[in-house]
């Protein structure tokens, strides 16, 4: 006999670690302050661990989309900032701009795979996945040509991206919370 569990839905928490992690990192690549400590602990914890977290409970819902969806995107975070911190130094190794390229290159490309997913879905987290496909684009982009123009436009596509999950997770807990749709999803 299996176990039968009963966890509330964790994409909340999901896509606020995503969504404010996301807008903190677009508004340094908008140039409004510098890469420090505040966005990287972001990264790590509310990017980073709490999207893992929430993916580990997607399993456990059988959401096979959001628990692959919220680890990866986790994993994501912490393997970011495990680069611009430069922790793989010690052991000899640094970051290329070329294969930082292909890291966002690659990231867009599952996030394209995880758009289409969304289509059978509601409008919001289409925005959301829609923007992050074009946001890692355009850091690929903007990583390639060492343009600081295109990661401004990364900054701005950062904030509209984070801002979609961050208004997706509101409406997600509203709704659940009145138990009627207060904001449309």
Same mark, same amino acid.
């Given at each position: 006999?299996?176990?039968?569990?009963?966890?509330?839905?964790?994409?909340?928490?999901? %896509?606020?670690?995503?969504?404010?992690?996301?807008?903190? %990192?677009?508004?340094?690549?908008?140039?409004?302050?510098?890469?420090?400590?505040?966005?990287?602990?972001?990264?790590?914890?509310?990017?980073?661990?709490?999207?893992?977290?929430?993916?580990?409970?997607?399993?456990?819902?059988?959401?096979?989309?959001?628990?692959?969806?919220?680890?990866?995107?986790?994993?994501?975070?912490?393997? %970011?900032?495990?680069?611009?911190?430069?922790?793989?130094?010690?052991?000899?190794?640094?970051?290329?701009?070329?294969?930082?390229?292909?890291?966002?290159?690659?990231?867009?490309?599952?996030?394209?795979?995880?758009?289409?997913?969304?289509?059978?879905?509601?409008?919001?987290?289409?925005?959301?996945?829609?923007?992050?496909?074009?946001?890692?684009?355009?850091?690929?982009?903007?990583?390639?040509?060492?343009?600081?123009?295109?990661?401004?436009?990364?900054?701005?596509?950062?904030?509209?991206?984070?801002?979609?999950?961050?208004?997706?997770?509101?409406?997600?807990?509203?709704?659940?919370?009145?138990?009627?749709?207060?904001?449309?999803?």
């Amino acid at each position: 006999m299996s176990a039968q569990y009963n966890v509330a839905n964790p994409s909340a928490l999901g %896509l606020l670690g995503f969504g404010m992690t996301t807008v903190i %990192l677009a508004l340094h690549n908008l140039g409004l302050f510098g890469l420090d400590s505040t966005i990287l602990a972001m990264g790590i914890f509310y990017g980073g661990a709490a999207q893992v977290i929430a993916g580990i409970m997607e399993f456990k819902r059988n959401n096979m989309f959001g628990a692959t969806a919220f680890t990866s995107y986790g994993l994501f975070w912490i393997a %970011l900032v495990t680069v611009k911190t430069g922790m793989m130094g010690s052991f000899g190794f640094v970051s290329d701009p070329n294969s930082m390229t292909a890291f966002f290159f690659l990231w867009g490309m599952l996030t394209l795979v995880f758009f289409v997913g969304t289509l059978r879905g509601g409008k919001s987290l289409q925005v959301v996945f829609l923007t992050l496909t074009t946001l890692f684009f355009v850091l690929a982009v903007g990583t390639y040509l060492d343009s600081e123009i295109t990661m401004r436009i990364a900054g701005v596509v950062g904030v509209i991206c984070g801002g979609s999950a961050f208004y997706t997770a509101s409406a997600e807990i509203l709704n659940d919370k009145y138990e009627e749709q207060k904001l449309p999803l």
